[in-house]
């Protein structure tokens, strides 16, 4: 796993974290040519102390942490992008882990990030969401974070719209939700992505389905080294139905799943 060092601390460390995390380089965007401009710093920065005070207060041990990177309105879509955040991290209070796709490339790793760094990206929008499990099943993920299924669960060959039933690929918002699913499966150490899959249908995960056009599949094919079609059925994929894994989907689950969770809006 990629690891970033931070502050370790609460209010007094924030600072210091924040400023840690402006100096260095981000992955996981498509790499645009120009840094960020002090504006967009600034308003990142806020937006990572607001999120980080809200974790605080929230008394969790572990949150969904979500972030705008990308315009998805035609999908009908707010967020992005999400990460695992941890309060007790080796790296640091509220350490995110988030799968990330390597400059539009068809890699991705695994990062734990500072909530500063993970917010100093090229954001669309300027708010987040928090969501923090119910009390068993953040102590389940908890602990599964503290161990090998992360890891395990991490598929580096990167597809934007990977499929959801699908292991030949994986996107960063499919990786948190076979997290999800592996802390409930039974096996333990043994879970694969195969059985979180499984587990998810079996517990009656109902994918989104996204609708892409040919035409505009070819090109993405085409122009576009992290995103394929050659994971999903068939018959789906000639329609333009496309099953991946936003983070709508994941926080839609979430609250099916645990009706203990609570969601909160950062602005």
Do not use: K
């Not at 890891?151 to 076979?178: C, I």
């Not at 996204?210 to 018959?235: C, E, S, T, Y």
């Amino acid at each position: 796993m990629a690891a970033r060092p931070e502050a370790v601390g609460a209010a007094a460390a924030l600072a210091l974290m924040l400023a840690l995390a402006a100096g260095r380089a981000h992955a996981g965007q498509a790499c645009r040519e120009e840094a960020l401009s002090v504006d967009e710093a600034r308003r990142a920065m806020a937006l990572a102390e607001r999120s980080f005070a809200a974790l605080e207060a929230s008394g969790a041990s572990v949150a969904l942490l979500a972030r705008a990177g990308q315009d998805l309105s035609a999908y009908g879509l707010v967020y992005s992008h999400m990460g695992i955040a941890v309060r007790d991290h080796r790296a640091g209070r509220w350490t995110v882990v988030h799968a990330l796709n390597d400059c539009g490339t068809a890699s991705s790793d695994l990062y734990e990030d500072g909530v500063g760094n993970f917010f100093l990206t090229d954001l669309f929008r300027y708010r987040a969401q928090v969501a923090i499990p119910g009390p068993a099943l953040q102590a389940r993920l908890a602990a599964a974070m503290a161990g090998t299924l992360p890891r395990r669960l991490h598929e580096p060959r990167y597809n934007m719209l990977s499929y959801v039933y699908g292991t030949r690929y994986q996107n960063s918002n499919q990786w948190v939700l076979e997290v999800l699913a592996g802390a409930e499966v039974p096996a333990g150490p043994a879970v694969t992505r195969a059985a979180a899959q499984s587990w998810l249908r079996g517990h009656g995960y109902r994918p989104p389905t996204v609708h892409v056009p040919a035409a505009v599949r070819l090109g993405a094919r085409m122009f576009r080294a992290n995103v394929a079609f050659d994971d999903h059925p068939f018959d789906r994929r000639m329609a333009g139905s496309i099953d991946t894994v936003s983070t709508d989907a994941v926080l839609a689950w979430l609250r099916q799943r645990d009706p203990d969770a609570r969601v909160l809006l950062i602005e």
